[in-house]
């Protein structure tokens, strides 16, 4: 059973472009909604979280827009440049237990 | 300089053998996790340490096996009963009294190929 459902798979934008990426979750008790920026052979770095408390949250060109009776948080890259280009995680976990639950992510490339 | 170390970057074994991947940090974090990465399956956690010589089983443990003996060491041994253990290997670490307690650090990963 899948608990994060990460849309879409690969994402192509052209530079300046506002790329957004979606997830949607199952569990109830998650109550922190991280997203992560990986770059090919590296570790995933943390970029932005969110709580349900919140409906928006941004840092920089990132956006996290939260839904929560719907169950659905998303990603939003504004001014979006090459080196943008990575895959992105959503994740989600419970502060009962602090596992994250993670999407199975999302390529996306910025084109010059 | 602080953080999370991996070793080795890469790692080449033949199928039967046992091989240990290495996980130190510095950050003086209490739990750490490992996570297996397979492409287009995002991260699955194998197992996780919230305490020294405590761990619990992850949603992926089968065939893996862990230690804790200090705070800043949690080596994964990959054994010959993991039926598929090509992937990328990831550690994380997690401090209760950080910023955010949700809060997971992750190193550079260790990418393991079986023959």
């Known amino acids: 059973q899948q608990q994060v459902k990460q849309s879409p798979q690969s994402l192509i934008v052209q530079k300046g472009g506002i790329p957004i990426i979606n997830c949607a979750y199952e569990?109830?008790?998650?109550?922190?909604f991280p997203w992560y920026q990986q770059f090919p052979g590296k570790g995933p770095a943390l970029l932005i979280a969110i709580r349900p408390d919140v409906s928006e949250k941004k840092e920089g060109r990132f956006t996290i827009s939260f839904n929560k009776s719907a169950k659905q948080f998303s990603l939003h890259i504004m001014d979006s440049q090459p080196g943008d280009s990575a895959t992105y995680f959503c994740?989600?976990?419970?502060?009962?237990?602090?596992?994250?639950?993670f999407g199975k992510g999302t390529l996306l490339t910025v084109n010059p | 300089d602080g953080g999370i170390t991996q070793s080795p970057k890469y790692l080449f074994r033949k199928e039967g053998q046992n091989v240990t991947l290495s996980c130190e940090q510095n950050l003086n974090h209490d739990a750490m996790y490992w996570y297996r990465q397979d492409p287009g399956q995002g991260l699955r956690l194998i197992y996780y340490s919230q305490i020294v010589n405590d761990f619990q089983k992850g949603d992926i443990a089968e065939g893996y096996s862990v230690s804790r003996e200090k705070k800043e060491s949690f080596p994964l041994t990959v054994t010959s009963a993991q039926k598929n253990p090509t992937a990328f290997y990831l550690c994380a670490s997690r401090n209760f009294r950080g910023a955010d307690p949700n809060e997971q650090f992750f190193g550079p990963g260790t990418r393991l190929t079986v023959l």
């Open positions: 569990n109830t008790a998650f109550d922190y």
């Open positions: 994740a989600a976990s419970s502060s009962s237990n602090y596992k994250l639950t």
